[in-house]
């Protein structure tokens, strides 16, 4: 309980801010384990988090008239899409997809939400990558280590997010019929 209060009475304005807060406050504590046993302190996160951003600053550009890009992010359940959902929601606005999707349903989805590039894991050979190649958007592999295949951070690069940015677009189960795009 006292973990909460403590989380909830610091101020912050944005998720890199948040992430540097808990890093300094609670250092190499573990903030995300996957089921694998594998974990990530606070520090390491935080640390990750920002190297990835920077990268993908570094790698792709905005489109579709926003000031920072829309990343999509195909990766199964862990560590490691939690750690890319931060970092592209410091980048930009993080859009995860299922990764049991079909060809024709991340073709829909990919236009429908605009992405800009795709994370995938380095491993990934499934039905989006030719989806993305085909639309021509940048393809970002993620290692094991958690980094950018390839990819060197670039900080010079990086917007920082403002307050009032969308860090996360979702798409809604479509009960009326179609899917919905909710930032």
Do not use: W
Not at 82 to 109: C, H, M, R
Not at 131 to 145: D, E, M
Request: proline share 9%; net charge positive; with cysteine.
């Amino acid at each position: 309980r006292a973990q909460v209060q403590d989380f909830m009475t610091k101020p912050f304005s944005d998720i890199m801010m948040l992430l540097r807060q808990q890093a300094q406050a609670r250092g190499d504590a573990i903030a995300v384990e996957a089921l694998d046993g594998t974990a990530l302190g606070y520090r390491e996160l935080h640390e990750k988090a920002v190297a990835m951003a920077q990268g993908i600053a570094g790698a792709v550009p905005a489109g579709h008239g926003r000031r920072r890009p829309r990343i999509g992010l195909v990766l199964p359940n862990g560590s490691q899409i939690a750690l890319a959902l931060l970092a592209a929601s410091i980048a930009g606005e993080a859009t995860p997809f299922n990764p049991a999707s079909k060809p024709a349903e991340f073709d829909v989805y990919f236009k429908a939400c605009g992405i800009d590039a795709l994370i995938v894991r380095e491993d990934y050979d499934g039905p989006a990558i030719p989806i993305a190649q085909k639309s021509g958007l940048p393809i970002l592999r993620l290692t094991v280590a958690g980094e950018l295949a390839g990819i060197k951070p670039m900080p010079q690069q990086l917007v920082p997010p403002k307050p009032h940015d969308i860090a996360l677009v979702l798409m809604t189960s479509g009960s009326t019929g179609k899917p919905k795009i909710v930032p």
